[in-house]
């Protein structure tokens, strides 16, 4: 089905990004990144430079200023996956979906100063910490602390699976600054590379997003400025979190529905392509089967996400409405990428094609922004009336 819900604007940007890809999204690139488990600054000054990245970031701190627009994200998240390149829209949604937000929408106007011109250029390569080894979907279970001192605090403990984490100039971090487990017991505090007693941990190996950097960190007795806690005001760090992961949750689905769309191209481009039997594998009554369902599926994952994220311009995508569309799209996307696998055969298991690099990618849609499960919870409490 045609989509109806960009404008020239989009269209325009669109042709932007297409010329960043054909200069920067290279066979050669993506093999380098895999290889290497991250992408390299180059690339994230030139997507800078190019004005992919820091679209939320206002203008007058050097971005692009679409605060609520998502859909120029979804376009730039669009190509560079239908570029085989899952690594770098993974690279990109990290800046944009998940540090910068925090000081778009809650950094006082000195961290907004501070950070976000670099952020939109490159610069500053930002991260989101807040999983721990013992707490990743029980996130009030953190044992980080960040304690009060004359004039910031000292923060101490350990965060894993951080994407971007090797990478990151600036952590966006996710601390116990109170007692218990209330709410107001925690905070988010900027936690910058070089402070003393930061480290970046051992790079991941993961079974996707091999080109994008998943590392540990550990803190002991690191020194945070007071003007480093966002907002500034204490106590705020569970809400500010609540209040971007609407956003994290549709960027993921977004994300699934891109990468749905490339693995059905792929898959009719490849079957059309390859022959058995003296017949093209597209004219087996099996694969236009299979591939009518796969197409059946990306309509209907782009109709779902192209209302929410009218809904997300129009500041009406609640926190349940994003927990739903994250897992069922990401779901989606599992059954067409598994789909287009198997039609691929056996090349649809060497990573050297899109189409197993994609379906490898998008296992861990399931697994973060909060798993699966937890996007059920979150849907149906509000449905059963329970909190
Ligand atoms: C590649 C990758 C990148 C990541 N990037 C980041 C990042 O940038 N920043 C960050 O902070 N984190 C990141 N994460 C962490 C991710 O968000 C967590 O792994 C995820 O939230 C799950 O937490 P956990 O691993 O501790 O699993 P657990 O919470 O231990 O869950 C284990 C299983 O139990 C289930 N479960 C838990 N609680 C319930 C419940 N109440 N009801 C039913 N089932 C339940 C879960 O659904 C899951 O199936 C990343 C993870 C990966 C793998």
Redesign the pocket.
Known sequence: MERDIYDEDHEAFRGLVKDFIGRYVTNEAIERWNAEGEIDRATMLAAGEAGLIGLSVPEEFGGAGMLQDYRFRTVVMEEVIAAGAGSLAGAFG?QDD?AVPYLVHMGTQEQKAKWLPRMATGEVIG?????EPG????LRGIKTTAKKVDGGYLVNGA???????KTADLVVT?VKTGEGNRPDAFSLVLIENGMEGFEHGKK?H?M??QGHD?AELSFTDVFVPEENLIGGTEGMGFVQLMMNLPLERLSIAVAAAAAAQAGYDWTVAYTKDREAFGERIIDFQNTRFTIADMSATVDALWAYVDRALLAYKDKKLSAEEAAKIKFWATEREWEVLDAGVQLHGGYGYITEYPIARAFLDAR?HR????????MR?IVSRQIAGKR
Not at 159 to 165: D, L, P, Q, V, Y
Not at 367 to 374: D, H, P, S, V
């Open positions: 990290i998940l991260a989101l910490a807040m999983t707490a990743g979907s029980d965060k894993t699976f951080i994407s971007s984490g996710f991941l993961k996707g997003f998943t861990v697994i973060y922004g909060g798993t699966n499960e937890i919870d």
